[in-house]
């Protein structure tokens, strides 16, 4: 790594986390956009809930595709690898107070978990 940054370095770096999010920003699976809105919705949610930092805190991104072009906007969830579709600015408050906050997936909007 260039500037004397080990991978040991970096690590120190690290902030532990709980959780990652990410939210597909893309068009191909919600033509309108709807990722994009609930990506700008989610830090607010976090910080209302105490989750943007400390040992509980969430990390969060966005990608263009997540590969499932249909029934978006589509938001995962790691380490627990829960996938949500459909997901709407009311779900998401959900999925970050239940899932995120409480630890307890948000069932009913959960297509596919990687296990």
């Known amino acids: 790594m260039s500037d004397g940054l080990t991978p040991e370095r970096m690590a120190g770096l690290m902030e532990p986390y709980r959780h990652h999010v990410i939210v597909c920003t893309g068009g191909f699976c919600s033509p309108d956009h709807r990722g994009r809105t609930l990506y700008a919705l989610l830090p607010r949610l976090l910080q209302r809930e105490g989750l943007l930092f400390g040992p509980q805190r969430v990390k969060r991104g ?8 249909a029934g978006g906007a589509i ?18 408050e959900r999925i970050v107070v239940e899932h995120l906050r409480d630890g307890i997936a948000v069932e009913e909007a959960v297509f ?3 296990s």
């Open 62 to 69: 966005e990608t263009p595709c997540l590969g499932v072009c």
């Open 75 to 92: 938001v995962v969830v790691y380490p627990e690898g829960v996938w949500y579709a459909g997901v709407t600015p009311a779900l998401l």
């Open 112 to 114: 596919h978990r990687n």
